[in-house]
């Protein structure tokens, strides 16, 4: 496997992942600077999700017109020029444009740099490539908030985003050097209605969403958007069913592996975007510690993340996918509901060795379900998998966010008391039932499912092959 070039990905993947929380610690000095509230520059938060979920459905169609390394290098530059504006904004308005090119970029780069990684990897190195990829997606969130307070505080906030042009330049560079040409095609017209319906409702529920747990704005409106979603999202389920060529193929869920690997994943990342969210306000709201100390400690499941990419082809070939996604997702939700057992007394080495271990587990869950949504399709078919994926994937983890908000808000409301540790323990119980629900749609998979990509024979089918000898 040419492992220079899932490392290119995966850095450009860490930038865009990281640059999607970093301003979230820096949200303050921005908004002094820029003359606004911190308030209202939530939205450039929620910008930069609805620039997402608007042109990520069509990043397949345009990875296949023209060519996924050339999408896959202008989406870089399209990310940097963003950054540029949001250094050089004077206000508000203008920030809130800037966050919405970036995402532009960002949308085209994550789904279209894992197409590049699955059509120039052979499937028994998939996992492994995987493995890197996953990695900044992972760590990326954790570092974001500690970097960009430390930024803040001893430059300036507009390093945040300057910091991404040399590192985009080296991409753009790098990526044109190594990354392989692929073949275009042409003749594929873009399903105009689709990516209309698509976009508004996944734009539509991921802002709502994303207002109802950072309300920058009334929670009606959060609430209103997020059913605008759910009914274009009807109605593309209806247009997808007579289109000839539709943007997003659903067809592909008749496959058993890209089904379970798809609605598993959604469950899994409730967690996955609820506890980066939760738990920095628990050790700072209710344990009193400075946010340096708390993005610090947060920072320790990337010690995991980064330990499992040694081990995730060994682990797969052994177990299989159906085995190791469901201790996975059993054991990353269990370690979710142990952060509901801290206290303010509780010695830091135990927190981290907790959190160690769920840094491990949800990237040995990501990894691994992540192949498995590639493990038996067709090449043809990967733009599209592609795409749906990285959808369901903004749609899951906005939903984590505000379902972990919600519950604080809750708990708040019922009990008349400030937040306080009660209300995240709460919310750490309830989201760590849900994600364990991400264990289910795995259940009904054959042992062998996904064996091209995991290389493991369950002792049934060595037996049979054995008999066929003799």
């Not at 017109?65 to 004077?90: E, P, T």
């Not at 995987?130 to 430390?150: H, K, R």
């Not at 830091?348 to 498995?372: D, E, K």
Request: charged share 10%; aromatic share 8%.
């Amino acid at each position: 496997m040419n492992r220079t070039l899932p490392l290119i990905l995966a850095v450009a993947l860490f930038m865009e992942q990281m640059d999607s929380t970093v301003i979230a610690t820096s949200l303050p000095a921005i908004a002094e600077d820029i003359g606004t509230s911190p308030v209202a520059l939530k939205l450039a938060l929620t910008t930069y999700l609805v620039a997402l979920a608007i042109f990520i459905p069509i990043s397949g169609w345009m990875a296949d017109r023209f060519g996924a390394k050339r999408i896959f290098r202008i989406a870089i530059g399209v990310f940097v020029l963003g950054s540029i504006a949001c250094a050089a904004s004077g206000s508000l308005g203008a920030f809130v444009l800037s966050r919405f090119l970036q995402g532009m970029g960002g949308a085209m780069m994550t789904p279209v740099g894992r197409l590049v990684l699955v059509r120039a990897t052979s499937k028994e190195h998939l996992v492994s490539a995987m493995a890197l990829l996953t990695i900044p997606a992972l760590i990326g969130p954790l570092v974001g908030p500690p970097l960009g307070g430390f930024i803040t505080t001893f430059f300036s906030w507009h390093w945040i985003f300057l910091i991404n042009v040399p590192i985009g330049l080296v991409g753009i560079w790098f990526s044109g050097r190594v990354l392989p040409e692929f073949e275009t095609q042409a003749h594929k017209r873009v399903d105009f209605i689709g990516f209309l319906l698509s976009a508004l409702a996944a734009a539509g529920i991921v802002f709502g969403l994303s207002v109802v747990s950072l309300p920058a704005l009334p929670p009606a409106v959060g609430i209103t958007t997020t059913i605008v979603g759910l009914v274009c999202g009807v109605l593309y389920l209806r247009h997808a069913r007579r289109a000839a060529n539709p943007l997003l193929d659903l067809k592909l869920f008749r496959n058993p592996a890209f089904r379970s690997a798809i609605a598993g994943g959604s469950l899994f990342r409730i967690g996955a975007g609820a506890v980066p969210f939760l738990l920095p306000l628990m050790f700072q709201i209710g344990f009193g510690m400075t946010p340096f100390q708390s993005g610090m400690l947060t920072f320790a499941s990337a010690f995991g993340a980064i330990s499992l990419k040694f081990m995730a082809r060994s682990t797969l070939k052994l177990a299989g996918f159906r085995l190791v996604l469901i201790v996975a997702a059993i054991g990353g939700s269990a370690l979710i509901g142990a952060n509901a057992l801290f206290t303010a007394e509780t010695p830091a080495p135990v927190i981290i060795a907790v959190l160690v271990a769920a840094g491990f587990m949800r990237s040995l869950f990501f990894t691994s379900a992540n192949a498995l949504v590639f493990a038996d399709i067709g090449e043809e078919e990967a733009s599209q998998a592609t795409a749906i994926s990285a959808v369901s994937q903004q749609i899951s983890i906005a939903l984590g966010v505000a379902i972990g908000g919600g519950i604080l808000e809750a708990t708040t409301h019922i009990t008349g008391a400030p937040l306080g540790v009660g209300a995240f323990v709460n919310a750490f119980v309830i989201v760590a039932l849900l994600t364990s629900l991400a264990a289910l749609p795995f259940l009904k998979l054959p042992p062998d499912a996904g064996s091209s990509v995991s290389g493991h024979r369950p002792r049934r089918v060595v037996a049979e092959e054995e008999a066929a000898t003799v």
